[in-house]
């Protein structure tokens, strides 16, 4: 479980605990004339256990808040709707979260992107998004679709040529040198970079290997306008919605940024990756 939502789960808890406060019940006394064991108000109010919809309506209709119900019940389906477990994003296989992903992008104005090993899916060649995909299908043990996932990654690129959009781009320059596919697909990829990058609407920045550790970034994320981040686990897949926590991306991206290199000094290391693939 990822903390953003941990702490969403406590501060549910936290509400819940007031609620039962505010009726001047004890934890016995809620566990009680719920006809639970005592320890699972406890476990709730401390976010160690996962509420149920049943138990709110338990909650509320003892502690006398049955007008909090429907707040109560919209947060947790928002807790639960943010934490989405690759395994059932990719049950079907890559083509359907590729197809969700673009009506996001196409619903989006400016898009913040980093990433510490890969090229951004929108940046990637055909021959790089097959070799990426095919390993995901085989670590997760998911449906086979690889042709059809693909070409769906490659359609979302169409949103980069589209509309008055804005893309920036911001890699370590470990993923110059992560090896994906052959030295033939490196080429290609890293070839299709120095052409996208001369795209008006896209910033595209190399955070250098040497740069000071400044931002705790361990996972590639995607800020949308200022309404959604996506981060991406190796379990799961974190829509943050809350705007103190978008800010923190925020604020960790403009930081990334900042230590970037852009334009000519980029193209520089771009040029550094291909000739060491070409020796």
């Given amino acids: 479980m990822t903390n953003a939502v941990h702490e969403a789960r406590e501060a549910l808890g936290q509400r819940l605990r007031e609620l039962r406060r505010d009726a001047e019940l004890t934890a016995r006394r809620l566990a009680e004339l719920a006809g ?5 108000v406890s476990r709730i109010e401390h976010g160690k256990q996962t509420v149920s919809e049943a138990d709110l309506r338990v909650w509320c209709a003892h502690t006398g808040s049955d007008p909090q119900l429907a707040d109560l019940v919209a947060t947790l389906r928002n807790i639960e709707a943010a934490y989405l477990e690759w395994r059932r994003i990719l049950g079907t296989g890559m083509r359907r979260p590729q197809k969700a992903r673009v ?29 990426i ?10 449906p086979d679709d690889l042709e059809e996932g693909v070409a769906a990654r490659i359609e979302r690129q169409h949103v980069l040529y589209r509309g008055r959009r804005r893309f920036n781009f911001v890699v370590s320059e470990q993923v110059l040198h992560t090896t994906v596919g052959d030295d033939e697909v490196m080429r290609g990829q890293l070839d299709r970079l120095l052409n996208v990058m001369m795209l008006p609407s896209i910033a595209f920045g190399i955070v250098p290997a040497t740069a000071a550790y400044e931002a705790p970034a361990t996972n590639g994320f995607a800020i949308f306008d ?17 705007p103190r926590e978008i800010a923190l991306y925020e604020e960790m991206f403009t930081v990334l940024a900042g230590q970037a290199l852009y334009g000519s000094a980029a193209r520089a290391l771009i040029g550094r990756a291909l000739e060491s693939r070409n020796n």
């Fill in 36 to 40: 639970w064991h005592e320890s699972k």
């Fill in 133 to 142: 995909l095919r390993k995901v299908i085989a670590f997760y043990n998911i």
């Fill in 226 to 242: 200022n309404r959604l981040v996506q981060v991406e686990t190796i379990s799961a897949e974190l829509a943050v919605t809350q």
């Fill in 103 to 131: 009506r996001l992008e196409a619903e989006t104005n400016s898009m913040r992107w980093y990433e510490p090993y890969v090229f951004p899916g929108l940046l990637q060649t055909p021959a790089y998004a097959e070799a």
